[in-house]
């Protein structure tokens, strides 16, 4: 049976290249048929890479068949996988994501997780000398998620091997880091054919804070006032995407890449007490900027109090 | 503060000499303060493992105070760890059994767990070309360990890599391991100084089979008469195990390494229902015996049915 190797509900750049990558290296280095697929519909960054590279789209899965040989990348979290994740034979786990624990294996298989600051760069330190094998369009895709779960090497979860493998892929592939990073971050700015409601879940995770369930979302872009403009629209659609996901409350920090800061939006007291409490922000306003927050893993999660 | 590396509450010769090879791991060749420790007395087998390596017996802790630096090695079961567990600040996890949930990380950390027979594999593969400055009685422990987790290379969990690496160490050691390995298993034989409530948790995991809660305890033996000659005792004691241990009914199987098989205690119907469903046994006494049954990871577990 065709194992199906895919990443989080979300798919953002690291979630759509990482199933590529890893399918790649089942099939061509390990024999075991393998096939990249996706949660949902990938961001336009992770679009923007796949017309790039010239990658095939994978495609999109509603439904996961019991016992269906799966192998899971970038999250280790049930509520960002299929429902009946525990019903399918997971093989492996790759990820660089906190343990959430709530995933369950029939027996031992291979995990690996380590806090770096993308998949691909642990994928790279896994695939290890057969890296010379790799295509041209892989290696791309493997840059790729590297830049964007970086920031560029600006996030605080950037580390000296990420930073050091995207360099040697870029100077491998010809790419210049800051041209095909500013071209990776336009497309993922540019959010104008989506919903409110589509905006607050595009790139969101839900999390546990003090007995309440957060829809935990970050827009990452280089025109902050493109999503900002759209605030009142934004607070508005909250709490019907809140109710409909069984969550309390949504909070969006639009993350400035570029000043390398991220804008809360606030609205209402709740969330008032939350900026306050999880990053001794003042808020006397709709939104709040926070300097410095680039990170949703290493300074917003670990952070939420109320 | 210094790392605490421990394995499980019952350290069998693994759970006891891999904390030992990784704090000396962290301390010589990371940098990282680190003391190995115990959750309980350790087994016969690796008291003898200690013994004959001259190596110091870890201190057995009771509580772990919150925030305490850990490593955890050998099982990802909280059950299997103090009660406190996700108070303690988790930095790495290594580990050779199938993932049953219920660990969570503060951030993302080192995760290791591969399908192999033995943590101590899993350590010599991660601790690489650094194996050359380890010095010989943590090289013994390393040997102990596989041998005692493959029943010297009988146990259907063994791989090839468990096998290599021991072979590996033992001709670097000098040490016959047709010898060696039967003295280790004499002495995790030597039951003769245990209670019957101790031997029935001396190597026990406690599992959720159909709602109902079994504690699973294996016995691995070259003289399971020495063992089977107690059953009335040890069937009488399971309902107070079981009692205060908040289990349904406990499993008792008496493996016999060198028969390659095991003898399953039935005190009651449930059992013998047990014993029906998950093996295929024909019971008409209270034992029955399992031919090729040796390994309660891959062949106990996998299969228990009610």
Known sequence: MTTLVFGHKSPDTDSTGSPIIWSWYLNTIKGTEAKP????????EALFMLDHWSLDKPDIISELASDTPVVIVDTNNPAELPDNINDADITQIIDHHKLVGGLETKG???IRI??????ATLMWKMIGKDM???PTSIKGAMLSCILSDTLEFRSPTT??????IAHDLAKELGVDIATYASEMFAAKSDVSAFSEA?????DSKEYAV???QFRVSVLETTSPAQVLDRKDALMAAMPGVAKEDSADEVLLFVVDILNEEATLLVPNDTVKTVAEKSFGATVDADTVVLPGIMSRKKQIIPNLKI
Do not use: F, Y
């Open 198 to 202: 589509e905006l607050l879940r595009m």
């Open 210 to 212: 003090g007995g309440k």
């Open 114 to 119: 380590e806090p770096l600051a993308c998949t």
């Open 132 to 134: 010379a094998q790799m």
């Open 37 to 44: 697929v996706l949660l949902g519909e990938p961001n336009t």
């Open 159 to 164: 580390t000296q091997e990420d930073k050091a």
């Open 108 to 110: 031992p298989i291979d």
